[in-house]
C-alpha cells in the first residue's frame, strides 16, 4: 500500500474515533483542537413524495351482500359525461363501485380514508333489473345516494340503468328480439319517464345514466346482438323521453365491455344526439392478454378513444378491474397510466373479489399498486406546481489553516451548531 494512501486510511480512522470522542468531549465543554465553524447554510427544503403505503389504514368493510351488488364478472357500473362548470377539475374524477344499497354510499368515505383523504367524487349503483318497478328506482337506497351527490357541487352520481326486467334470467335471443322491437315501438316509455320524474325529485337532476351496459355481449336481457336497429332506436326513445322531464339535466354513458364480445359494440352506437359519453368497461381479461394487447386489439382501449374523439366525446371507465390473469401489478399500473394520460371524465374501479383491491384480499400486489398511484389525491394536491428554482448549494465558513473538517452528517452539525474542524499538526505531513 503506497505511503499516501496509508496515511489517507490512517486519517479516516483518527476522524471516525474523533466523532467519538468529540460527542462524548463537547458535554463536558469543546477540547483544544475542535472547533465548530458555524452553521451551514440550511438547503431549501424538499416537498416529501407522496407516500407509498403497504398496509391499509383502515380495515375493509365486509363485502356488499349479493343481493345489492351485482354478480361477479364483468357487467357492472358506469360514471357521467361532458364537465359541466361545476365539475372543473386538473385529473379524473375517480371512485369504486363499493355496493349498490345505502351499505355502499357508507363506504365511500372508508375508501377515502384508506387513500390517505383522497377526493372521492364519482358515486356508483345499479338499478336491479328484476321488475319493471326496480327500473323506475323504487327503491330505499336511492335518497341515501342523492344526500351524498349532493353534500358537494363537484359529485357525480352514476346510476346503471337495465334496459328489461329480468335482466340476468338467461333470456333466449328469440326473446330479446321480440322485447327489443317493443321498446322501440314506444311499449316501456313509461317506466323511464317514472325514473327520470323520480331522480329530479330527489334533487340529482344531473346523474349520469349508463343504459344498457355491456350491450354488446351475451349476459344481459338488455343486449344488443339480437336486433342492433331496433335496440339502437330503443335507446333514442329512452333518452327522449327522459329528457323530457322539466328540470333535467341528464348525461347519457354509452359503454360497452372492451374488444368485440358478441357484435362489434360500433354497430350498437345509437348516435351521438342521444349519448353524452362514450364509456368502457374494461377488465384485465382474457387470461394470457398482455396490456399492450388490449389497448391494441380490434374495438379495444385505443379504439375506444379514436371513436370518442371522432364523435367529439367524453370517455369513461364506469367498471375497470383485475380478473382472468389474478393479481396483475402490470395491468393495475398501466391502466392507471392510461386514464392518467386519456382523461376520462370518471372512472369507478369494481371493487369486490375477483376485480378489486380494497374490499377484495386476493389482490395485495396490485392493491398497493392502486394505493400509491392514488393516495391523498384532490384537485389541489395534483396541480402543476409552479417551477421553483434550484436551491443553492449549503455552505459552512472557510476553515482556518492546519484545521481539517469533520463530514458528521446534517443531524449531528444540526445539534452542535456548526461544522467541526480538528487540527492535526501532530501528524506528520498533516494539512
Same mark, same amino acid.
Request: charged share 20%.
Given at each position: 500500500?503506497?505511503p499516501?494512501?496509508k496515511?489517507?486510511?490512517?486519517?479516516?480512522?483518527v476522524?471516525?474515533?474523533?466523532a467519538?470522542?468529540?460527542?462524548a468531549?463537547?458535554a463536558a465543554?469543546?477540547?483544544a483542537?475542535?472547533?465548530?465553524l458555524?452553521p451551514?447554510?440550511?438547503?431549501?427544503?424538499?416537498?416529501?413524495?407522496r407516500?407509498?403505503v403497504?398496509?391499509p389504514a383502515v380495515?375493509?368493510p365486509a363485502?356488499t351482500?349479493?343481493?345489492s351488488?351485482p354478480?361477479?364478472?364483468p357487467?357492472?357500473?358506469?360514471?357521467p359525461?361532458?364537465?359541466?362548470?361545476?365539475l372543473?377539475?386538473?385529473?379524473p374524477?375517480f371512485?369504486?363501485?363499493?355496493?349498490?344499497?345505502?351499505g355502499?354510499?357508507?363506504s365511500?368515505p372508508?375508501?377515502s380514508?384508506?387513500l390517505? #383523504?383522497? =377526493?372521492?367524487?364519482?358515486g356508483?349503483?345499479?338499478? &336491479? !333489473?328484476?321488475t319493471?318497478?326496480d +327500473?323506475? $328506482?323504487d327503491? %330505499?337506497?336511492l335518497?341515501?345516494?342523492a344526500?351524498?351527490?349532493?353534500?358537494k357541487a363537484?359529485?357525480?352520481?352514476v346510476?346503471?340503468?337495465p334496459?328489461?326486467?329480468?335482466?340476468?334470467?338467461g333470456?333466449s335471443?328469440?326473446?330479446?328480439?321480440q322485447?327489443v322491437?317493443?321498446g322501440?315501438?314506444?311499449?316501456f316509455?313509461?317506466?323511464?319517464r317514472?325514473?327520470?320524474?323520480?331522480?329530479?325529485?330527489l334533487?340529482v337532476?344531473d346523474?349520469?345514466?349508463?343504459?344498457?351496459?355491456?350491450?354488446?355481449g351475451v349476459?344481459?336481457?338488455h343486449?344488443?346482438g339480437?336486433?342492433?336497429?331496433a335496440?339502437k332506436?330503443?335507446?333514442r326513445?329512452?333518452?327522449t323521453?327522459?329528457?323530457?322531464?322539466?328540470?333535467?339535466r341528464?348525461?347519457?354513458?354509452f359503454?360497452?365491455s372492451? #374488444?368485440? =364480445?358478441?357484435?362489434?359494440?360500433t354497430?350498437?352506437y &345509437? !348516435?351521438?344526439g342521444?349519448?353524452? +359519453?362514450i $364509456?368502457?368497461? %374494461?377488465?384485465?381479461?382474457?387470461?394470457?392478454?398482455?396490456?399492450?394487447?388490449q389497448?391494441?386489439?380490434?374495438y379495444g382501449?385505443?379504439a375506444?378513444?379514436?371513436?370518442a374523439?371522432a364523435?367529439?366525446?367524453?370517455?369513461?371507465?364506469?367498471?375497470?378491474?383485475?380478473?382472468?390473469?389474478?393479481?396483475?401489478?402490470?395491468y393495475m399500473r398501466?391502466?392507471?397510466?392510461w386514464?392518467?394520460?386519456?382523461?376520462?371524465?370518471?372512472n369507478?374501479l369494481?371493487d369486490y373479489c375477483?376485480?378489486?383491491?380494497?374490499?377484495c384480499?386476493s389482490?395485495?400486489?396490485?392493491?398497493?399498486?392502486?394505493?400509491?398511484f392514488?393516495?391523498?389525491?384532490?384537485?389541489?394536491?395534483?396541480?402543476?406546481?409552479?417551477?421553483?428554482p434550484?436551491p443553492?448549494?449549503?455552505t459552512?465558513?472557510?476553515?482556518?489553516?492546519?484545521?481539517?473538517?469533520?463530514?458528521?452528517?446534517?443531524?449531528?452539525?444540526?445539534?452542535l451548531g456548526?461544522?467541526?474542524?480538528?487540527r492535526f499538526?501532530?501528524?506528520?505531513?498533516?494539512d
Open positions: 500500500m503506497a499516501q494512501r496515511r489517507a486510511r490512517f486519517r479516516r480512522l476522524v471516525g474515533a474523533a467519538v470522542v468529540v460527542s468531549a463537547l465543554g469543546r477540547p483542537g475542535v472547533q465548530v458555524g451551514a447554510s440550511p438547503p431549501a427544503p424538499v416537498p416529501p413524495p407516500p407509498v403497504a398496509v380495515p375493509a363485502v351482500p349479493a343481493a351488488a354478480p361477479a364478472g357487467g357492472l357500473p358506469k360514471p359525461a361532458v364537465t359541466p362548470p361545476a372543473g377539475g386538473h385529473w374524477a371512485g369504486a363501485f363499493l355496493g349498490s344499497d345505502a355502499g354510499v357508507a365511500i372508508l375508501l380514508s384508506w390517505g #383523504g383522497a =377526493d372521492i367524487r364519482v356508483h349503483t345499479y338499478l &336491479p !333489473g328484476n319493471w318497478s +327500473i323506475e $328506482g327503491l %330505499s337506497f335518497p341515501a345516494w344526500h351524498w351527490r349532493n353534500e363537484d359529485r357525480m352520481l346510476v346503471n340503468v334496459l328489461q326486467e329480468r335482466n340476468e334470467a333470456v335471443d328469440a326473446v330479446v328480439r322485447l322491437r317493443r322501440a315501438a314506444g311499449e316509455d313509461h317506466h323511464f317514472a325514473l327520470a320524474e323520480r331522480l329530479v325529485r334533487g337532476p346523474t349520469v345514466l349508463v343504459l344498457g351496459w355491456e350491450m354488446n349476459t344481459y336481457t343486449r344488443c339480437p336486433d342492433p336497429v335496440w332506436t330503443y335507446w326513445r329512452i333518452v323521453t327522459m329528457r323530457s322531464v322539466p328540470g333535467q341528464f348525461r347519457f354513458d359503454a360497452p372492451r #374488444g368485440r =364480445d358478441a357484435v362489434p359494440w354497430q350498437c &345509437p !348516435g351521438d342521444a349519448v353524452d +359519453i $364509456g368502457m368497461d %374494461s377488465y384485465d381479461q382474457p387470461a394470457g392478454m398482455s396490456f399492450d394487447r389497448v391494441s386489439e380490434p382501449l385505443q375506444h378513444v379514436q371513436f374523439k364523435h367529439g366525446k367524453p370517455v369513461s371507465y364506469p367498471e375497470w378491474g383485475l380478473f382472468r390473469n389474478g393479481d396483475n401489478t402490470e398501466r391502466m392507471l397510466a386514464m392518467d394520460e386519456h382523461k376520462p371524465l370518471y369507478t369494481t375477483p376485480h378489486g383491491v380494497w374490499q384480499g389482490n395485495p400486489k396490485s392493491s398497493l399498486v392502486y394505493r400509491s392514488l393516495f391523498g389525491r384532490t384537485d389541489e394536491a395534483t396541480r402543476d406546481p409552479a417551477p421553483t434550484a443553492a448549494a449549503a459552512a465558513p472557510p476553515a482556518p489553516a492546519g484545521c481539517s473538517r469533520l463530514d458528521l452528517g446534517t443531524w449531528v452539525e444540526q445539534w456548526g461544522t467541526l474542524c480538528v499538526e501532530w501528524w506528520p505531513g498533516g
